[in-house]
């Protein structure tokens, strides 16, 4: 992957004059006018995703003692890295430095251009790795609220079926629609919306999950979660405590997105201090309602709980409310989808046009005037590459539908590059944190325990998808 380049049209600005504007900032772009309330949205949109969904099966694996341990040890170190991070947006001076508008950017500035270009491949990779499994979330949850109602309506042994290729066709055109948004400023509406939705679905599970419970259902629960000999044989008990890693870790896969949302800030408070504010909150609130949904959600189901606990049908009425949680699922991942992609959407775009600077096609804009209300600008080198990612994701996504699988593979492979490696690394540079300095040492000995554990969740997550390619027709009916 070829270096990013950057637009020097917003540095030239600042340096003739014009960064004493009250409309543009210290770098001669658009004032930024994102606020700790925006960020935290935005941080909740990205975080709490599809992973919450998986938690109960995560925990059910593991057991009541290290189920609950495990997930709070990734949100510590998820917050802790993402704090070194928020100073790495400006380098050298966490403060005054020179903005990085991208993650990747904020790696070539500390730590060279190799290392950039090492972090390019991770991040986006990851971020395409994201789209295809909220395209397969969402259709999940679109067929999940079919089967429902007919569940209601012929009884829950009725055979009912719902085509998960046709609902990630209509999740497609809807995100063709929402990509043709010129950038990501221009979407923090969608983002909070996206947010609420996170906590309503969250809200709704944990609510089913507590009336299972109270309904006295008995399920069989253990200390070391699922039982071998009885649930699972010896070889699937450990490689589905690999998987289960990997589906943790994904759930706190929003690193690689950070520099972006914090790109939206205002310059005052400075933006690294709101950033950790906003990264505080942010992951907070959703490691409360991730031990609650995990926890409560083994609690109801034992060791048989579903991979997906709003659409496993371990829950079937009220049918109503179950339909309403997939439904928050489905609003929330069309906007987290948009949250994800648009660094990848930026990406290419710069690069495009600074390798052709001259090309009609890639530089033309026109503005849609709507009853002289409303003014969308349209791109055709936009449209064009934005509607051929959207389909692309949409494609592997039907080929390779597998929920617990692909989410586990992500997590493990982004968790220790993005979230762990290289905040790490860039917070030590800017630093100058001394060699062989008990920081220095202690910084790479937590590095080296999360490749371990990322490894460890990559193999058990393959060898999952393995096993279920073997037995799976493509661009088949879900049962």
Known sequence: MGMEKVPTAAFNLAESGYGDRSDLDDD????????????????????????????????AQLGWVIGPAVLVAFSVITWFCSSLLADCYRSPDPVHGKRNYTYGQAVRANLGVAKYRLCSVAQYVNLVGVTIGYTITTAISMGAIKRSNCFHRNGHDAPCLASDTTNMIIFAGIQILLSQLPNFHKIWWLSIVAAVMSLAYSTIGLGLSIAKIAGGDHVKTTLTGVTVGVDVSASEKIWRTFQSLGDIAFAYSYSNVLIEIQDTLRSSPPENVVMKKASLIGVST?????????????????????????????????????DIGNVCIVVHLVGAYQVFCQPIYQFVETWARSRWPDSAFLNAEHVINAGGKFEFPVSPFRMVWRTIYVVITAVVAMAFPFFNDFLGLIGAVSF?????????????????????????????VLSIACLIVSLLAAAGSIQGLIKSVAHYKPFSVSS
């Open 28 to 59: 001669g772009r658009e004032k930024r006018t994102g606020t700790l309330v925006t960020a935290s949205a935005h941080i909740i949109t990205a975080v709490i995703g599809s992973g919450v969904l998986s938690l109960a099966w995560a925990i």
């Open 416 to 444: 220790w590059p993005l979230t762990v490696y290289f905040p790490v690394q860039m917070y030590m540079s800017q630093a100058k944190v001394r060699k062989f300095s008990p920081t220095w040492t202690w910084m790479n």
């Open 286 to 322: 959703t490691t409360t309602f991730y031990m609650l949904c995990g926890v409560l959600g083994y609690a109801a189901f034992g060791n048989r709980a579903p991979g997906n606990f709003l659409t496993g049908f371990g829950f079937y009425e009220p049918f109503w409310l179950v």
